[in-house]
């Protein structure tokens, strides 16, 4: 009984041993296994973070790419513009070779002076045609006064020089109602072409104002004629402009005339003569002080049948004198005349006249107080002869036609002579003063 309890309890701690034997090793096993999946954890999450930072390097270097894209193609439009740019720069410089040695044909200036809307036109319109003979007619903006969008205007054309005249000065009317803008024009017209004569020491000079439109052969006009005011002495300037170039009453666009009648609007003039005027320039109305005898001393004016100039200037210092009447209906020439090869020597002096001579004796005489009526009904030239202004006035009024006299000389005549077209055909109209014919050698 003895030996069976002491069997027992034998056994009992061999179980024991065993048993605890087992719990060690499983503690064992566990703490190991613990250890492993802590490690197992600990690069899991090292991995993650290693993860994000290289997605996050990934992330960089894609911005950077797309950076670079972004770059490479501003750079690449850069290099296009400053191809471009270059291209352009050799053109120009081309040209400045090839005509380093030409002297301007004449100075173009446009007088402004608060029209900003007014100066963009007239100046896109002289661009359209001037940017190609920009070398022989350079081009000037001369503003009178302050006003800041003319100003800024002006200066937003890059080849176009800009000159401002600023004059304090107070002006005092030598009449009662008179309109300090016609004294503050005289002056303005007086400053830029001293500034273009004598300072910048132009031969010729083109006057414009801000409210005109130019026509496609404008330039090539003036270049043919230009050489009339350096060898002809009795010619005062060259003008574009018709007073009497309503559509109705013209009709060939390479007809030029001689005229006694200062007409302005787009007008050549020569150092030479601006330094015979300069002196005595007068305080206001200049152009009606240009047409006074004494001053053009019986030189005269080319004009052509068909203006190369258009005044839209319908709101102005004149207040639409005139407008609708005799600016609006103006044709502007739309015909690109040769001038290049065009023979202009019957516009010289004795040639002229004789010619003209010829066709006013060729056109039919009408006499009566129905001479109007039967001009209508006619299908050749004729000629009506006025008895004085007031005739002259009556008769013109009847056609239509500028009825206005300065200094005793009807506008557009030459010798008292006014000719027209017929309702836009190749018939002429010639009203001619009683000693017309005498003048011409008839």
């Given at each position: 009984?003895?030996?069976?309890?002491?069997?027992?309890?034998?056994?009992?701690?061999?179980?024991?041993?065993?048993?605890?034997?087992?719990?060690?090793?499983?503690?064992?096993?566990?703490?190991?296994?613990?250890?492993?999946?802590?490690?197992?954890?600990?690069?899991?999450?090292?991995?993650?973070?290693?993860?994000?930072?290289?997605?996050?390097?990934?992330?960089?270097?894609?911005?950077?790419?797309?950076?670079?894209?972004?770059?490479?193609?501003?750079?690449?439009?850069?290099?296009?513009?400053?191809?471009?740019?270059?291209?352009?720069?050799?053109?120009?410089?081309?040209?400045?070779?090839?005509?380093?040695?030409?002297?301007?044909?004449?100075?173009?200036?446009?007088?402004?002076?608060?029209?900003?809307?007014?100066?963009?036109?007239?100046?896109?319109?002289?661009?359209?045609?001037?940017?190609?003979?920009?070398?022989?007619?350079?081009?000037?903006?001369?503003?009178?006064?302050?006003?800041?969008?003319?100003?800024?205007?002006?200066?937003?054309?890059?080849?176009?020089?800009?000159?401002?005249?600023?004059?304090?000065?107070?002006?005092?009317?030598?009449?009662?109602?008179?309109?300090?803008?016609?004294?503050?024009?005289?002056?303005?017209?007086?400053?830029?072409?001293?500034?273009?004569?004598?300072?910048?020491?132009?031969?010729?000079?083109?006057?414009?104002?801000?409210?005109?439109?130019?026509?496609?052969?404008?330039?090539?006009?003036?270049?043919?004629?230009?050489?009339?005011?350096?060898?002809?002495?009795?010619?005062?300037?060259?003008?574009?402009?018709?007073?009497?170039?309503?559509?109705?009453?013209?009709?060939?666009?390479?007809?030029?005339?001689?005229?006694?009648?200062?007409?302005?609007?787009?007008?050549?003039?020569?150092?030479?003569?601006?330094?015979?005027?300069?002196?005595?320039?007068?305080?206001?109305?200049?152009?009606?002080?240009?047409?006074?005898?004494?001053?053009?001393?019986?030189?005269?004016?080319?004009?052509?049948?068909?203006?190369?100039?258009?005044?839209?200037?319908?709101?102005?210092?004149?207040?639409?004198?005139?407008?609708?009447?005799?600016?609006?209906?103006?044709r502007l020439n739309d015909v690109q005349v040769n001038w290049k090869s065009a023979d202009l020597s019957y516009l010289k002096e004795e040639n002229f006249r004789k010619k003209f001579a010829k066709e006013v004796s060729a056109a039919k005489p009408l006499q009566g107080s129905d001479a109007i009526l039967k001009a209508h009904n006619m299908d050749e030239d004729v000629r009506i002869q006025y008895n004085d202004q007031r005739d002259f006035?009556?008769?013109?009024?009847?056609?239509?036609?500028?009825?206005?006299?300065?200094?005793?000389?009807?506008?557009?005549?030459?010798?008292?002579?006014?000719?027209?077209?017929?309702?836009?055909?190749?018939?002429?109209?010639?009203?001619?003063?009683?000693?017309?014919?005498?003048?011409?050698?008839?």
């Open positions: 009984m003895a030996r069976s309890i002491v069997d027992i309890r034998l056994l009992f701690l061999v179980v024991a041993a065993i048993f605890i034997f087992i719990q060690v090793r499983l503690f064992a096993t566990q703490s190991h296994y613990a250890d492993r999946l802590a490690a197992v954890e600990k690069a899991e999450n090292q991995c993650v973070s290693e993860s994000r930072i290289l997605i996050d390097q990934i992330s960089k270097q894609q911005e950077r790419i797309v950076d670079l894209e972004e770059k490479m193609l501003r750079k690449n439009e850069e290099c296009a513009q400053l191809k471009t740019l270059i291209q352009d720069l050799q053109k120009k410089l081309q040209l400045t070779i090839n005509h380093r040695d030409e002297v301007p044909v004449a100075a173009v200036v446009v007088m402004a002076c608060n029209r900003p809307d007014y100066l963009e036109r007239t100046i896109q319109s002289i661009l359209k045609y001037q940017t190609s003979v920009a070398s022989k007619f350079p081009l000037f903006i001369s503003q009178d006064g302050t006003n800041a969008d003319v100003k800024n205007k002006a200066l937003s054309f890059t080849d176009v020089t800009f000159m401002q005249h600023i004059d304090l000065e107070p002006v005092e009317t030598e009449r009662p109602g008179e309109l300090i803008a016609y004294y503050k024009i005289a002056r303005h017209y007086k400053w830029a072409l001293d500034e273009l004569f004598v300072k910048r020491s132009f031969n010729r000079v083109i006057i414009l104002e801000d409210d005109m439109e130019i026509a496609p052969d404008f330039f090539e006009y003036f270049e043919a004629t230009a050489t009339f005011l350096d060898t002809d002495k009795t010619i005062m300037a060259v003008s574009s402009w018709n007073d009497n170039g309503q559509q109705q009453f013209v009709y060939d666009p390479e007809v030029l005339y001689r005229s006694d009648f200062f007409p302005g609007l787009g007008w050549m003039l020569t150092k030479s003569i601006w330094e015979e005027l300069s002196p005595k320039w007068p305080k206001a109305y200049w152009d009606d002080w240009v047409r006074l005898k004494e001053v053009h001393k019986d030189r005269q004016f080319i004009h052509p049948e068909v203006c190369r100039t258009y005044n839209f200037g319908e709101h102005g210092s004149s207040m639409g004198q005139f407008f609708q009447q005799y600016l609006q209906p103006i006035e009556r008769i013109a009024r009847q056609f239509g036609i500028f009825e206005e006299w300065k200094d005793g000389v009807p506008r557009t005549a030459y010798k008292g002579v006014v000719v027209f077209r017929y309702k836009k055909t190749r018939r002429r109209i010639f009203l001619i003063a009683p000693d017309s014919l005498k003048q011409l050698g008839l």
